[in-house]
Each structure stands twice: as C-alpha cells, then as structure tokens.
C-alpha cells in the first residue's frame, strides 16, 4: 500500500514536471510572451525615471511601488499566454482529456510562468537599481525571497484566471481586471516590504508581518485554486 501511494506521488510529480517543461520549451522557443513582457517592463522604468528625479528622497520612498506596478502589469503578458497557446489544433481539449489530474497541469503551468515572471523581474532589476540609484543588492536575499513569494501568488492567481478566460474574446481585457482586485493585499504586502529593503533596511519588525501576509496569501489562493481548477477547466 505505500508502495503504490509512492508510486502515486511520484506520478504526480512526473506530471507536473512534463507540463512545467512542455510550457518552459513552448516559451522559449519563440519568446513572444517573454520578450514582449521584459521590453515592457524597462520601456515603463524608463519612462518613470524620466517622470521621477531618482536622486530625491521622494522617489527612494515610492521606489518600491512603482517596482511592483511594473512587475504586475509585465506579469500579466506572460499570464494571458498560458492557456492561449493550447488552442491552436484543440491541444487544450486534449490536455484536459489526458489522464492526468487537472491540479498537476494547473501546477505544471503555474511552476513554468513563475520561472518566466521571475526572469523578468530579474533581469529589471538591476536595471531599476541604475535608473532609481538605488543599492537594492544590500538586502538582496531578503528581497529575492520578497519576489518569490509574491510572484508566485502572482502566477497562481494569474493561471487560474487565464484558464477562466481563455475562451473569451476580450481575455486579453478581462485578465487584468480579474488578477489585480484579488492581488491587492500581496501587492500592498510586497510594496511595503521591498521600499525599506531596496533602501538597505533589514527584514525585521513590521516588515516580517507583512512577509507573514505573503506566505498566508499563497497558501490560501494555491489550495483554492488547485481544489478549484477541475470546475474551471470541465465545468
């Protein structure tokens, strides 16, 4: 008997794996999500840096928000791409029929958009740092665990909503409206976090509430949504 529940588990895993890495080849074989979502995302650092005088003390204190209004609007050109790719050729009917539960392709496809949200966020970020003169490397560990955790609250949120609306003619609309309302407290969390962290201040006090608040977050859309997932995709 535990020998079959291993086997299970380890079929599970297997069949995430297969999906995380089918998504991860099918992206980066074109980039279009990617490159579309990074070029977006330094175009609006760019322009901000213009809006803003990175030397004052103003901008140091609302660097970290406008860091976060970038990301999630980067985030969601890589999120609405998730479920569209399978419609070509009925291969998301086919995903769905395949005897595989519908949570390990759901977590398949989170895992692969986590690693690509998080590349851009990445590759921004130091870009940020030279934009906003900003030393955010001080606290780096800190603000890389700040990142992952709201990036995947990000990612779990974002590919439930994009199997909801991958169906919808407007879904390149609806996406967003649906992500950004239910992601405001992480946002607000990660916001409040990563302005003292990129201003070298330690990861203690209040600021260990707020990282409470992150990890009570995912915890808490990543159950929903992977008890949910089989109603959204087979009705």
């Excluded at 399978?86 to 005897?99: R, S, V, Y």
């Excluded at 665990?145 to 919808?168: C, Q, R």
């Excluded at 003619?169 to 967003?176: D, Q």
Aim: hydrophobic share 55%; proline share 4%; with cysteine.
């Amino acid at each position: 008997m535990q020998q079959t529940k291993q086997r299970g588990a380890m079929s599970w895993v297997g069949d995430v794996a297969v999906i995380f890495g089918k998504d991860l080849r099918a992206e980066l074989r074109t980039k279009e999500a990617l490159n579309a979502s990074l070029s977006f995302a330094l175009v609006i650092l760019l322009l901000f840096s213009f809006a803003f005088d990175p030397s004052s003390e103003q901008t140091h204190d609302i660097a970290g928000g406008l860091l976060w209004i970038v990301y999630a609007f980067a985030g969601t050109l890589i999120l609405n791409r998730s479920f569209v790719r399978e419609l070509p050729n009925d291969c998301l009917d086919g995903l769905i029929a395949a005897p595989i539960p519908a949570w390990t392709l759901f977590l398949g496809k989170s895992l692969a958009n986590f690693v690509l949200v998080l590349a851009v966020e990445l590759i921004s970020l130091p870009i940020f740092g030279i934009f906003y003169n900003v030393r955010w490397a001080q606290q780096g560990w800190a603000l890389l665990l700040v990142l992952a955790l709201t990036t995947w609250g990000l990612t779990v949120v974002g590919t439930m909503f994009s199997a909801l609306t991958v169906n919808l003619r407007i879904r390149e609309l609806m996406l967003p409206i649906l992500i950004y309302p239910i992601m405001i407290p992480a946002l607000l969390g990660a916001m409040e976090v990563t302005g003292p962290l990129i201003t070298g201040k330690p990861l203690e006090g209040d600021l260990l509430t707020w990282v409470r608040l992150l990890v009570g977050f995912d915890i808490i859309f990543t159950s929903l949504s992977v008890a949910l997932v089989e109603t959204v995709l087979v009705g």
